[in-house]
Every structure is written in C-alpha cells, then in structure tokens.
C-alpha cells in the first residue's frame, strides 16, 4: 500500500520539485477552499472524482478545476465511454488504494494493473497541481507535467479534456 512517505521519496528520487503544505482533513473540495494557504493557489486544486462505465469495466479518475461541474453525459461522449457513474468505495480501495475523502491522481502509481484512466481538465496544463499525497491531511503541489510524467511512467492511460 502506498503511503505518503512512499509518494514523498518518490518524488525526491525523480527529482520532482514540489512544495507541501500539512492541514486538517479535508473530505471535500468545498472544505479544501476553506484552507487559507498563503503561497498556494487553492483553485490549483482539482476536484477528485472516481468513476466507472455501466458494465464495471472501464475506470477513470476525473481531476477537474473546483468550480467545473462534472457533466458525465458530456464527458462520456468527450471520451467515446459507455455511460458513466461513481464507482464504489470498494473498487477506489481495490484498484487505487484509496478511501472515501482522500481521492487523488497519486493513488494511480497504486494501480498495479494500469485499469483507470486518469482525465485532467485542461485548467491545469499551464502550472501546477495541488493534490493529496495518499492522506486528506497534506497537499503536494508540483508541476502539472511533472504528475503527467509520473503517471506516463507508471503505464496509466491519461486523457486531457
């Protein structure tokens, strides 16, 4: 299982820069923008979503700007997908290693068997990222192409819309 000292050394040995800030728990996007981070720009936090097609065969992890709405009718036909809903508590924990509240693009490096999809908003290809390193308790902030390579690297299919 992947922790997040396992995400922090990982990023030190790519040589990834990054800047953390440690906080109180956070479960949602409305309780992130609630943080008062001098130095972070907290609209460079996506929204976190775990989804899956109808058949439970595709999975895909949106990460999308805190004031996007996630339309999953326009996003299955953005991605040529079967129709789209939130996948279960279990499948997060099985496939990603996550929980409830602490969704994040980290947890693909978990994804031993390359089965989710990450899917970014293009908000974010011009800067940084701020995302959770496997606890709702810190936030990384790095530079969005550095995570994309992470995530390359690791075999995980990407798809900016």
Do not use: C
């Not at 396992?6 to 609630?34: C, M, N, P, Q, W």
């Not at 299955?76 to 789209?84: A, C, D, F, T, W």
């Not at 989710?116 to 908000?123: K, N």
């Amino acid at each position: 299982m992947l922790l997040r000292p396992d995400i922090l050394r990982i990023l030190e040995e790519k040589e990834i820069k990054y800047r953390e800030f440690t906080h109180e728990a956070v479960f949602t996007i409305g309780e992130a923008e609630s943080l008062s981070i001098p130095g972070f720009d907290m609209s460079r936090v996506p929204k976190n979503l775990f989804l899956r097609d109808d058949k439970k065969r595709e999975y895909y992890l949106l990460s999308i700007a805190p004031d996007e709405k996630a339309d999953l009718k326009e996003l299955r036909k953005r991605i040529g997908s079967r129709p789209l809903s939130f996948a279960s508590e279990d499948d997060l924990g099985n496939l990603l290693q996550l929980e409830k509240g602490s969704v994040t693009p980290f947890g693909l490096l978990a994804d031993s068997e390359r089965k989710v999809t990450a899917i970014f908003s293009s908000y974010f290809q011009d800067g940084e990222i701020g995302i959770h390193p496997m606890v709702n308790t810190s936030t990384v902030f790095l530079a969005f192409t550095d995570l994309l390579s992470l995530i390359q690297e690791h075999g995980n299919k990407i798809v900016i819309i």
